[in-house]
């Protein structure tokens, strides 16, 4: 509860941007990962699970749950077969779980936003799972989401732009460079509508003249030397 209410003035953007500050990786979900109900928006920490073609790995995962933990669900990003429906859904709720994100796709979709919990994949497709394999060993330890190995060490969070996983070490820093980020990007666009362009704000032309003069001059450096930083 606490997590999702830190987020709520924030953007996985703003997280996005403050890893990249903190020199962190920026563990994003593969391009395309989005929530099924619009508008929908997650955030806890990770509760992984290896899909192999049945729901007993979820209904494990469960039972060690606590309360507000985004199930993360491996599915080698198939699209051929959808992986979690209405009756996953359903369950993860009454388990307090706080969302699911998917490396690949789901089906029941109205049902899932009359259920109303947060559910991010690569999309739909009618066909429930084709086939079922032998479990890993880990299979509640660690999920593969895209390039990224996600385990019970990270946190979730997910909006209209995507899904990002930040480790739950580095959250403090991450959050609190992410509100700074925020209220830059908050003042400069009201600068905007006052009149004051973001090259004014910037100094842009300085920045050019600079770069005359010193080719290797990136704008990232010059924005550090006036304060005005927009790009990380």
Do not use: Y
């Amino acid at each position: 509860m606490e997590l999702r209410r830190r987020f709520e003035g924030l953007t996985t953007a703003h997280l996005a941007d403050a890893c990249v500050r903190a020199r962190l990786q920026v563990r994003c979900a593969p391009a395309g990962t989005r929530a099924a109900t619009p508008g929908e928006r997650v955030a806890g920490r990770a509760l992984p699970a290896q899909h192999v073609g049945s729901v007993d790995v979820f209904l494990e995962a469960f039972a060690g749950s606590e309360p507000g933990d985004v199930l993360v669900v491996d599915n080698q990003g198939r699209l051929d077969e959808s992986c979690v429906g209405d009756l996953v859904a359903i369950e993860a709720a009454t388990a307090g779980i706080g969302g699911i994100v998917i490396w690949g796709l789901h089906r029941d979709t109205a049902d899932l936003a009359a259920i109303g919990l947060p559910v991010f994949s690569l999309g739909s497709i009618p066909t429930g799972p084709l086939s079922v394999h032998s479990r890993p060993d880990d299979a509640l330890e660690c999920a593969t989401v895209g390039p990224w190995t996600i385990t019970r060490e990270d946190l979730v969070f997910g909006d209209e732009d995507g899904v990002l996983f930040v480790p739950a070490s580095e959250a403090e820093e991450v959050f609190r460079l992410a509100g700074s980020i925020r209220d830059t990007e908050h003042r400069q666009a009201g600068l905007i509508r006052g009149g004051t362009t973001l090259r004014q704000q910037v100094r842009f032309d300085e920045f050019l003249r600079k770069r005359a003069e010193n080719p290797s001059l990136t704008f990232r450096e010059h924005l550090r030397a006036v304060g005005g930083a927009v790009e990380e």
